[in-house]
């Protein structure tokens, strides 16, 4: 079973700078498979979360998509026709992607009404999306506010908002970054289960190559906003091709040794 197929094709985004037009995406054509997580890597600042926000249509103010489509089984689709419905997203600090005065139910209900799916089960589906993402205790972590909450059950009431949409696709911008270590890892296990339960297609930036190795299938490394590299990740740590991808595993392999990726 393969499932679907969301493809970036030719992306290219830009900014205007001091009067100077620059390529923060240049021209990087990727797609991502159902059931399969593709890690995005590449230096800080080569383009990584850009490429996640022209996909989705979120850039920032003053960077502008040049060109380029998104498709899903070769039939492209509109940014705001993706979001949620197709492609759910989760980003790094959990707590700034929450209204500080707003509970966890207002935050639920409103994904619902963005999704456009306030119906009667609506109580019943919060519930199971936020049981899926480890948060067992509902009706108590609903009524609570982001300022009550640990980063790792925000970071939790992120992906469960993310699944409210039954999106077939995640775009995850470093969602462990800011989190403790232990924390980390039991969000990685849960995006590992998901990918399994659900078939979720991933697209996981990360700087981090300890969780490539522990969690992608297929890697893609950026430089300068250019797509220099992409394979399997064993081919990536074991005969890494481009000099960008030979330094981002070296440096890994310096600190933590190969038997993480063995
Ligand atoms: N609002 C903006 N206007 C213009 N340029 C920007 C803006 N935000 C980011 N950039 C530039 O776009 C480029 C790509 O940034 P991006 O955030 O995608 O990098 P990244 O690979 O995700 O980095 P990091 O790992 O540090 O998050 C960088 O050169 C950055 O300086």
């Known amino acids: 079973m393969t499932g679907q197929t969301l493809a970036i094709e030719g992306l290219t985004a830009t900014a205007v700078i001091d009067g100077q037009r620059h390529i923060l995406v240049d021209d990087l054509s990727l797609a991502v498979q159902q059931g399969r997580i593709l890690a995005l890597v590449g230096a800080s600042g080569s383009g990584k979360s850009m490429t996640c926000s022209a996909a989705l249509g979120v850039l920032p103010p003053g960077v502008t998509m040049a060109a380029g489509r998104v498709t899903i089984d070769d039939v492209p689709y509109g940014a705001t026709a993706l ?24 935050h639920a209900a409103e994904t619902l009404r ?44 992120m992906i469960a908002l993310a699944l409210l949409g039954d999106a077939p696709f995640l775009f995850a911008d470093e969602p462990t970054t800011d989190l403790d270590l232990v924390v980390q890892m039991r969000i990685l296990e849960l995006l590992e289960k998901l990918v399994e339960e659900r078939r979720l297609g991933v697209l996981l930036v990360t700087h981090d190559m300890g969780v490539v ?3 992608a299938d297929d890697v893609a490394v ?16 074991h005969q890494p091709g481009h000099p960008v991808t030979r330094m981002l595993v070296n440096a890994h392999l310096s600190l933590y040794g190969m038997e993480a990726i063995a």
């Open 213 to 215: 190795a522990r969690l």
């Open 222 to 237: 950026l430089d300068h906003g250019r797509l220099v590299e992409q394979a399997p990740v064993m081919t990536i740590f």
């Open 83 to 106: 979001r949620g419905r197709h492609v759910a997203s989760i980003m790094q600090n959990p707590r700034s992607a929450f209204n500080p005065v707003r509970t966890m139910r207002d």
């Open 114 to 157: 963005a999704l456009g799916t306030m119906g009667a089960d609506a109580e019943d589906r919060i519930a199971h999306c936020m049981q899926a993402a480890g948060l067992e205790e509902v009706k108590a972590v609903l009524s609570l506010h982001p300022f009550e909450m640990s980063g790792g059950m925000l970071q939790r009431m």
